[in-house]
Every structure is written in C-alpha cells, then in structure tokens.
C-alpha cells in the first residue's frame, strides 16, 4: 500500500494489529513491525510516527536490504571525507538526518554483524559515530524497525545479535497475512476498485461479480494487499463496460501464450518437485469452499470458475474451451450464457 493510502479493514486480526502500534506511539520505546510482504508495515510506521510527540519531526526510511554490505554503515551512521574509496565529502548519515524524529529500518534482518554492533550502540547510549571519524554524535531519535523474519530464529542460529533484540523489542506488532483478515478482501477490492473507476473517469462504480469475487476471496494472495491493489486495478482498467460488473480477474499478468519457458540448463533433468505456475494451477483446479449455506449457488460458482478458467486458458476461442471441457460447442454457449460469464477477452 501507498503512503497516499489509508487504512481499510475490518477483521479482528487487523485491527487489534493496528490498535497495539496506535497505543504504542505515544511512548518513546523503539517497535518492532513484523509480517509479510505487502502487508504494510511501512503505514504502521507511519502510524507510529505521526500518532507520537515526535510527529512534527522527520521520519527518515531505510531499506536494510537495498545497499550492499559495504555501504549500509556509511549510510546509517554517516562518513568523514577521505575515510574510504570515494568519500569526496563528509555525509551525515540516517541517524542525524533522523534526529528528532523516527527512524524506520525496513528489512531489518538483513543487516550484517559489524552494523548491528553499531546499530546496537546507537540504541543504548543515544550516540553515533561517523566512520573515519574520532568523536561521537548525539542523537535523539527512535527506532521503527520491520522485518518478515522471525528474529528469535535468527537469533538461536546466530545471525543476529540477541542484545540488539532485545532492545530493539519493547513492543512487537505482528500484522496478520491478508487471507487471514476475514471479510477484509471484499472490502478492499471494493476500495481499490472505486479508487480505479474514479481515476478513469467511470460515471459509476459497477462493483465485481460474484463469480469474479469468490475468485478473490478464495486466492491465496503471498503479495497481501500490494498484490489485491495490482490484481483489482489491473481488472478494473481492463475492463471494458463501466455500466457492467466486472467479471475478469488476471491473477498473472505475466501468463501469455508467448511467454518465454524456464530453460534447463544442457544435460540437467527435469525438477520433479516443480509445480505447475500459481496461474496455471488455478486454472486446472479452481478453489471452491466445501462449506455452503446453498448448494446450487455453490455449484454454480464452481461450474463459473471452470468455464472462466478454460476460457482464459483457450485464449477465448470458445471451440477450443468447449473440446477441453468435453462439451459440445452449443452446451458451452448455453452455460455461459446462464451463468451470465464475459465470453470475450479484454
């Protein structure tokens, strides 16, 4: 999710989530953000931030993962001109640019052993030192950091410093994956859809079918909210009658008939724990509930997403979907036309 964005959800798990960061940012402690990609861990900063007596100061942003070793401590703790190979000029690093405000270290499980030492130093006695430099600078900031790792491991295995967690881990906010927010994904479709209609001018917003949004609740989503505002936008804008539901849903957007194929390298053997693509996979086997309060609507979903499914997969050439089906080309007409399924590409 954007900075621009605000929070939407309604499930238990999200906002006990949000209420822990909200009651933690009055207090001058650092916090931990924890979950996976897409997420947003970074609008929890955010919230942090601007929930605290320090909102009027600079929220400064690193990701941990983004510089490579050899640059990260001259990046947080700044450098003298002339300490190493291209030192021009002396650079204050993060921690001052920080100073009065937040810090927020994204991908903090990323960063090597000599910057956690230092990183550990910062957080205990308020005070950095620039590399290549003789004294040590004060600083007044507080620590934001995120992380889709499970730092104790990390910790038992010796890839981070159990001092820093501990620091580090006044207060840990864990947010909840996306297919774990119940009822939160209509609601998001709805929000990113009608975000989408307005920008491309639609008169109004028509909403998902209902085919197409069991589509959505039923999909696994490893991207989170980033990957449902990808996946929503992108059926939104595809689609070519504002005055109509949509009903198309591309969870791929790289699955083509031209796609280029994974090449083995010459003489290797075929992996064979390689699964099909998520696509792909869906495409063969649509989810479907088991628990239902009305069969037929249940059996109908289903028939919908196999239909839609073949289709996509036959580039909505019908003859091709109804011979993949075993159907004849006038039972596939009469079922989509039933079911009231889009019959034609985007």
């Keep these: 999710m954007e900075r621009a964005n605000q929070f939407v959800g309604q499930s238990l798990a999200f906002l006990d989530a949000v209420e822990r960061a909200s009651r933690a940012a009055p207090l001058n402690r650092p916090v ?12 929890i900063a955010e919230r942090l931030h601007h929930l605290s007596s320090r909102w009027s100061g600079p929220l400064v942003t690193m990701n941990c993962a983004a510089l490579p070793e050899t640059l990260i401590e001259a990046e947080l703790f700044g450098h003298e001109a002339g300490s190493f190979t291209g030192a021009a000029k002396t650079r204050a690093g993060r921690f001052e640019e920080a100073d009065g405000g937040t810090l927020f270290l994204d991908e903090l499980a990323t960063l090597s052993s000599p910057a956690q030492d230092r990183l550990l130093r910062a957080v205990e006695y308020g005070e950095i030192t620039r590399i ?24 038992e295995r010796g890839h981070f410093r159990a001092d820093l967690l501990d620091r580090l881990s006044f207060e840990v906010v864990t947010l909840p994956p996306l297919r774990a927010r119940e009822g939160d994904i209509a609601l998001l479709a709805d929000h990113f859809g009608r975000r989408m209609a307005v920008e491309l001018d639609w008169p109004n917003w028509p909403g998902f079918s ?6 959505l609740e039923t999909y696994g989503w490893p991207g989170n909210v980033r990957e449902l505002r990808n996946v929503v936008e992108r059926a939104v804008y595809r689609w070519e009658d504002p005055e109509r539901e949509v009903e198309k849903i591309n969870f791929d957007p790289f699955r083509s008939p031209w796609s280029p ?29 088991l628990e239902t309060d009305d069969f037929k609507t249940s ?20 003859r091709a979907t109804a011979e993949a089906l075993g159907l004849s080309y006038d039972q596939l007409r009469h079922a989509i036309k039933r079911l009231k399924l889009n019959a034609d590409a985007a």
């Design 210 to 215: 209902k085919p197409a949004l069991h589509r």
């Design 261 to 289: 194929t994974r090449v083995q390298p010459i003489g290797a053997e075929p992996d064979e724990d390689d699964e099909l693509p998520m696509a792909e996979a869906e495409a063969a086997a649509p989810a479907v509930s």
């Design 299 to 318: 059996v109908a979903d289903y028939e919908a997403q196999l239909i839609t499914a073949a289709l996509e997969k036959n580039r909505y050439n019908q």
């Design 132 to 155: 290549g430099a003789s004294k040590p600078v004060s600083v007044d900031v507080r620590i934001v950091a995120a992380t889709n790792e499970h730092l104790p491991t990390l910790v």
């Design 32 to 43: 931990l953000v924890i979950g996976e990609r897409g997420t947003g861990k970074e609008l």
